[in-house]
């Protein structure tokens, strides 16, 4: 382990940002770091170890984004086509006031997160952020149905037109049913079959069995917003909704989700196996927006535009983290963090159970293996 991880990690626990936390760094198969410090959760007795399981909360996103993906090469959803053909419900969606949009979205907006569809903290205008917290998804999931989060989400306020606005939100979560109703299967099903049993994910899923829930990973009681929002996932209880979140659902370990970042790393390929083609993965992987649509300024720092389900470092701009151009990052609120950069065959996790100081510590992530 290198000095920089070390202390960045002793750090974290010291100031209690973390119980426990787990990083991998890696380079054309060569491992460059690995770290486990800390403990399991608060209380614990227990050592953070390399099985534990950690909810990945926005990290399911770019899974799901390269489900959808290779759906689109076989020819069971088209990137441009208005989401109404796939789910009826998005028919009549409107902006504030009633005015409908000047286009649809797309599949590629919530590829992209320029659908509209967004979080309640991510509305500019506080009427379109009063109607949208009425629902507040992020606080009930996963325990919402799916048929009445989509209905909710079709007629309440569009944040923004179509295609013109970075607004970080529902998009893969309804993206996810997409890819399911494409399948004719469970979005858990689909991900498994598509893209879990070809990497060897076997710890990767929406739900924990209850003799694994002692794995879990969790975060001091003082961080109050993730103990308010992260704990249901990959907990179904009895008698209430439940929805495969396609947006923050999956539950998995530190090198299960490896599997996942090493297969981008090397350009999509697992072994002699394409996952997907090498013409779609430069689309997955290069800018989408516009010049004119402002990025993932509020979740990357400046010197980011956005892909098909990443970040994506541009060559210009000055960056809050040493990001190489063409470097692909994203991360979840619940402390989970990921960097690749596939044209050096790279990549650097670091999963830990930490939302109130996330940010900070995942470009200090970052930094710290800058000198790995």
């Not at 919530?110 to 949208?132: D, K, M, P, V, W």
């Amino acid at each position: 382990m290198s000095a920089a991880i070390e202390r960045l990690l002793a750090y974290q626990i010291e100031a209690r940002h973390t119980p426990g936390a787990l990083v991998h760094v890696e380079r054309g198969g060569m491992l460059l770091a690995r770290a486990a410090a800390g403990l399991l959760g608060p209380g614990s007795q227990e050592a953070m170890h390399d099985d534990a399981l950690f909810r990945l909360a926005s990290l399911t996103k770019p899974v799901v984004s390269l489900a959808a993906l290779m759906q689109v090469e076989q020819g069971l959803l088209e990137l441009d086509a208005p989401l109404a053909g796939y789910l009826p419900a998005m028919r009549d969606l409107c902006l504030l006031g009633g005015v409908a949009p000047s286009r649809p979205p797309t599949l590629r907006d919530l590829l992209r997160h320029t659908s509209g569809f967004a979080y309640e903290t991510e509305f500019r205008e506080a009427a379109q952020r009063e109607i949208a917290l009425k629902d507040d998804f992020g606080a009930r999931m996963p325990y919402v149905a799916a048929d009445d989060f989509l209905a909710r989400l079709a007629v309440r306020p569009l944040a923004a037109e179509p295609g013109r606005a970075f607004r970080y939100g529902y998009s893969t979560d309804v993206l996810g049913q997409i890819v399911a109703a494409a399948d004719g299967a469970s979005l858990g099903e689909v991900l498994r079959r598509r893209i879990f049993e070809p990497l060897g994910m076997s710890q990767t899923g929406f739900e924990v069995p209850a003799a694994e829930h002692g794995r879990l990973a969790a975060a001091f009681a003082a961080d109050s917003a993730w103990h308010a929002r992260v704990p249901g996932y990959g907990l179904r209880r009895e008698g209430r909704p439940w929805m495969e979140c396609g947006g923050a659902g999956l539950v998995s370990t530190l090198d299960d989700f490896a599997r996942f970042a090493r297969m981008i790393a090397r350009g999509g390929r697992h072994g002699d196996t394409r996952l997907i083609s090498e013409s779609l993965f430069v689309e997955m992987t290069r800018n989408q927006l516009p010049e004119d649509v402002d990025g993932p300024l509020g979740f990357a720092g400046a010197g980011f535009g956005f892909g098909l389900g990443f970040a994506v470092r541009l060559d210009y701009g000055a960056p809050a983290m040493p990001c190489a151009p063409g470097e692909l990052t994203w991360s979840g609120i619940s402390g989970t963090a990921l960097f690749v950069h596939p044209g050096e065959q790279w990549f650097a996790l670091c999963f830990s159970s930490n939302m109130a100081s996330r940010m900070m510590a995942r470009m200090e992530f970052r930094r710290a293996v800058a000198q790995v």
